[in-house]
């Protein structure tokens, strides 16, 4: 993306810890974009450990350019995530 001249920042992030997780175990992280509008998108993470919830992350994100000012997100992004 970088050589687009775009950046993907985080502009906000929301977690909840439902349960500990310890050195050593194996942890997966689902991740999938909820929803991409013209500069902000969302995205969620489930982070299991089997079939146990560990913990979940809501993300806000925005495209911006090199320089940081918001730009709209990329067609091809956008028309990936559509619903």
């Excluded at 013209?38 to 495209?63: C, H, P, S, Y």
């Amino acid at each position: 993306m970088k050589e687009r001249g775009l950046l993907l920042v985080v502009v906000e992030a929301r977690a909840r810890f439902s349960a500990a997780a310890r050195h050593g175990e194996t942890l997966t992280i689902h991740t999938w974009v909820e929803d991409a509008g013209r500069v902000k998108t969302a995205w969620r993470q489930v982070m299991v450990r089997g079939d146990e919830q560990v913990a979940g992350l809501d993300i806000v994100a925005a495209f911006t350019d090199l320089d940081g000012r918001p730009t709209r997100t990329p067609a091809e992004f956008a028309a990936a995530f559509a619903r």
